[in-house]
T-cell receptor, first 114, second 112 residues
């Protein structure tokens, strides 16, 4: 069975500081990995995804993530936080044989302080 | 290109009633998935439909059901509503060629 663990339900950073949101997954075969962002009372928006190929993935709004198979991790980073980054972030995993079913982590709420 | 549309956005129902939620996927997308989001359980997969057939199912009781029409629009139904069914219900659509799921804004269901 697949599972996703996001370390830290709340992360607080200062504006301009590095953002690091942690995600570890459990899967018996290499999965597809995703990061989504959710603003209050909104749906989910895809930030980036890893399927195959280059392990460093760049997404929208300056975010990137690196797939590390040996560590079963897919941490999300952004060099410089902006106030508009304050939201909830979800890491998710899927596998081709399960269709488009996504298994989500519990989410991390990012707070950006001015 | 229009995004995923969910209707209604907000709904209040009484315990014991049933409810039907609707989802119109992005044009050309044949896969529609449904998720329940609650503060306690987070985001949980309900089911996925592809070309009018249920392809995957999550661990929810039989009170939760869905269907997909020939135009790929999907509905989910919850019968005999319980207070614990109060949640944000999200629909996502995907194309045949891509792994990306595009989400609608959700339907906020409150059961009183």
């Amino acid at each position: 069975a697949q599972s996703v663990t996001q370390l830290g339900s709340h992360v607080s950073v200062s504006e301009g500081a590095l953002v690091l949101l942690r995600c570890n997954y459990s899967s018996s075969v290499p999965p597809y990995l995703f990061w989504y962002v959710q603003y209050p009372n909104q749906g989910l928006q895809l930030l980036l995804k890893y399927t195959t190929g280059a392990t460093l993935v760049k997404g929208i709004n300056g975010f990137e993530a690196e797939f590390k198979k040996s560590e079963t991790s897919f941490h999300l980073t952004k060099p410089s936080a902006h106030m508009s980054d304050a939201a909830e972030y979800f890491c998710a995993v899927s596998r081709m044989e399960y269709g488009n079913k996504l298994v989500f982590g519990a989410g991390t709420i990012l707070r950006v302080k001015s | 290109k229009a995004g995923v549309t969910q209707t209604p956005r907000y709904l209040i129902k009484t315990r014991g009633q049933q409810v039907t939620l609707s989802c119109s996927p992005i044009s050309g997308h044949r896969s529609v998935s449904w998720y329940q989001q609650t503060p306690g359980q987070g985001l949980q997969f309900l089911f996925e439909y592809f070309s009018e057939t249920q392809r995957n199912k999550g661990n929810f009781p039989g009170r939760f059901s869905g269907r997909q029409f020939s135009n790929s629009r999907s509905e989910m139904n919850v019968s005999t509503l319980e207070l614990g069914d109060s949640a944000l219900y999200l629909c996502a659509s995907s194309s045949d060629e891509d792994t990306e799921a595009f989400f609608g804004q959700g339907t906020r269901l409150t059961v009183v």
